[in-house]
């Protein structure tokens, strides 16, 4: 790996043990300048992850607990009358100077709400009475989601869960990453312990190399391949659209760059399949009648195309 990138997986794994990969894809994530859906259930370490990221790169970090009275003007500000100066003053909302906003529960919110965060997420700027304000760069937003306990949630459509790059979920630590946990945790917050190893300008730099990362057309075509099958699949209703074939080619450029590599391989499309699809996917009810789920029917396409060969370099 990137021996700069390195160290920032470094750091992170100092308050999150035991999960290198989704901390990898997280990044993978922030160089690709794709916004990230945190589904998994209470206590695993979401947003735990979400600072050790901010802290790590040194990014503005906010944070958003969504409830059902959170308004979109808690989000992208609002405009107050002043009565001494006779003007409308602009008072900031939660995105509006960060560089990682962290929507925590995006699914107990109002869908209007969510509505003004994805464009956000989407436009990258805030316009409110008609005065825009850009948001700073780099600007992710991680916006997490318990897939239990549904009283009260408004469940996101599909095609907003299109406006996020991957979709992850942490999952249990092992026995002994939770003995590591507990023991670090005796004395001090492991949060309080990370350092910025590299800036948000760095960031930059490597956002910008990413579109120099080579994808020769039998990684293209293997990438398209894929998403395709999800179109004529028997156990899918909706498949992947153009947007996320975008997605996963620019995941993989961002795997690449995570490997020390300008160019693609299978295995950077292969890696990142998963997380950029299964969110994208609608199922059709036989799925459910056959066990399984949108991640186990990804994994039987990958079985059936086959990659591409790779030619001497």
């Known amino acids: ?90 008072h900031e909302g939660a995105a509006t100077h960060a560089n990682l906003l962290l929507g925590d529960e995006i699914n107990r919110t109002s869908p209007k709400t969510q509505s003004a965060l994805l464009e956000v997420m989407e436009e990258r700027t805030i316009t409110v009475d008609g005065e825009t304000h850009a948001l700073p760069a780099p600007f992710i937003c991680i916006a997490t989601q318990n897939p239990f306990g549904f009283a009260g949630t408004q469940a996101l459509p ?46 930059i730099e490597v956002q910008k190399f990413l579109s120099s990362v080579k994808v020769m057309d039998d990684m293209l ?7 395709e099958k999800t179109r004529i699949h028997p156990l899918i209703e909706l498949g992947i659209s153009p947007r996320g074939i975008a997605a996963l080619v620019r995941m993989a450029r961002a795997s690449a760059v995570l490997h020390e590599r300008n160019y693609v391989v299978p295995e950077d499309i292969q890696s990142v399949f998963l997380d950029v699809c299964a969110h994208r996917l609608v199922l059709r009810p036989q799925a459910r009648v056959d066990g399984m789920n949108a991640r186990d029917v990804l994994r039987s396409i990958l079985s059936e195309i086959r990659p591409p060969v790779l030619s001497a370099r």
């Open 1 to 90: 790996m990137n021996s700069q990138l390195e160290t920032v997986v470094f750091e992170m794994e100092k308050a999150v043990r035991g999960k290198r990969g989704v901390i990898e894809h997280i990044l993978a994530a922030l160089l690709a300048e794709g916004h990230i859906l945190l589904d998994d259930m209470p206590g695993v370490g979401k947003t735990t992850l979400a600072v050790a990221l901010s802290r790590a790169v040194d990014l503005r970090y906010r944070r958003v607990q969504f409830t059902p009275d959170v308004m979109p003007s808690d989000i992208v500000g609002f405009s107050v009358y002043e009565p001494q100066s006779g003007q409308f003053v602009y």
């Open 158 to 203: 599909e095609s907003q869960l299109d406006r996020f790059m991957v979709s992850l979920s942490i999952g249990y630590p092992s026995i002994e990453d939770q003995m590591k946990i507990i023991s670090a945790q005796r004395y001090a917050n492991p949060l309080d312990e990370l350092h910025s190893v590299t800036t948000a300008q760095n960031v």
């Open 221 to 227: 075509r293997y990438a398209i391949e894929l998403c």
